[in-house]
């Protein structure tokens, strides 16, 4: 058996403490302790940068059933601060499986517990909001582990992107999967890598998950991954077609470097934002954000899309939204999040950019939005140079 059997500690920076069982790597992390309530996804959400910080609890009761494998990341490494389950499963079930869950975590150095009684912490990061944490298989003392988690640094006000975008510049060339191919039957067939004429899509790497690189690919584009600490000037020098802002961990507001470089480039080219990304262009607009209580994380969030009277399912990982008070006449809400009425969509009046709150390329998730690839894929044909 892969568990170690070890006794594992969680504690909340209000004083709640809750023993555990170990599943992961030995140690203690530090994070704000969040919550996700997908059911299915797990690999997807330890590699996703914007979890850098966090230390994510499962609300489904059964963590790993089908394993772990080298497809399903979404960056070169898990990304999360820890991770909390109420139970790993004893067998990892399905012809793509390369290793157990709790093998994949003690490899990969991330700290994780189970035996919690994770409905329970949710209900009570739900009241509470959400806090900061730790978990620990070597302070087993509530106490002093209590200490070094008030002590220990928050998000809010602290830069989070520097510690996960790349240090330099990439092209990026692989396509979809085959199976999110087979999913999304109407995709078009992936770009063809020898012709140098496609649409140059240049992307503003704040935490970017590898999914959204490959749908852009998928639809006939050249694709360039910039660091998010790039300049406007950088960026143009790329000549692109198309400007991506990536998603990402942590407050927006601190990235002043970022949201002066998209104020610049806001009308140059064609634009789309999704997540941090949203929020970047929303505060490059004259907006502002604020922290969620305890945040939208999961697979199964209804939007409404204002334009088409559709209501889409999707997936979204922020602790951040956008101020409606502060909006701008410049940008125009084009969707809800029908859980609290939170602004989950943009257009700006320039009329080459926008952004949503979610995650369109899924992974995991429902597929309903993957139409906003092909909306910013019209928007940069139609503005290609004569």
């Known amino acids: ?44 959400i330890l590699t996703d940068p914007s979890y850098c910080g966090q230390i994510v609890t499962m609300t489904y009761t059964e963590i790993g059933n089908y394993g772990t494998n080298n497809q399903d990341v979404e960056s070169d490494k898990p990304q999360v601060a820890g991770f909390i389950v109420r139970s790993e499963s004893r067998l990892a079930s399905n012809f793509r499986s390369q290793q157990q869950l709790s093998q994949y975590l003690q ?7 189970s035996g919690i009684d994770t409905r329970a912490l949710v209900r009570h990061i739900r009241s509470q909001g959400a806090m900061k944490g ?14 070094k988690v008030i002590s220990s640094q928050g998000l809010v006000g602290r830069d989070m992107v520097r510690e996960v975008i790349p240090a330099r ?41 590898w999914n959204i690189a490959r749908h852009l690919f998928e639809r006939g584009n050249r694709v360039t991954i ?17 400007i991506f802002l990536s998603n990402g961990p942590g407050d927006p507001e601190p990235l002043e470097y970022a949201i002066g470089t998209i ?63 502060s909006l701008p006449q410049e940008l125009t809400v084009t969707h809800r999040n029908l859980n609290d009425d939170t602004i989950a969509g943009v257009r700006h009046s320039c009329e080459l950019a926008f952004s949503v709150q979610y995650h369109p390329e899924a992974s995991a998730g429902p597929h309903d939005s993957q139409y906003l690839f092909d909306q910013f894929q019209r928007l940069i044909v139609k503005h290609l140079p004569a």
Not at 270 to 291: D, E, N
């Open 134 to 147: 730790a978990v620990s298989t070597i302070d087993l003392d509530p106490q002093s582990l209590l200490a």
């Open 169 to 209: 510049a990439r092209a990026w060339n692989e396509a979809l999967h085959e199976l999110d191919r087979q999913i999304g039957s109407e995709l078009p067939n992936a770009a063809d890598e020898t012709n140098d004429c496609r649409p140059h899509v240049v992307c503003l790497d704040f935490g970017m998950k």
């Open 263 to 325: 104020r610049k480039l806001i009308g140059q080219r064609p634009m789309f934002g999704i997540c941090l990304g949203h929020q970047l262009l929303s505060l490059a607009a004259g907006g502002k954000t604020f922290k969620l209580k305890f945040g939208h994380r999961g697979s199964n969030q209804p939007v409404l899309n204002l334009e088409s009277g559709r209501v889409e399912i999707t997936s979204q990982n922020h602790g951040f939204a956008v101020d409606e008070k």
């Open 1 to 44: 058996m892969s568990r170690t059997g070890k006794p594992a500690l969680l504690v909340l920076e209000d004083g709640t403490s809750i023993p555990g069982v170990s599943i992961g790597a030995e140690g203690e992390s530090f994070g704000e302790v969040v919550f996700n309530t997908s059911m299915t996804g797990y690999q997807e």
């Open 107 to 113: 490899e990969h150095g991330v700290v994780a517990i």
């Open 226 to 242: 910039l660091p998010g600490t790039s300049t406007a000037d950088e960026v143009m020098a790329q000549k692109p077609d198309g």
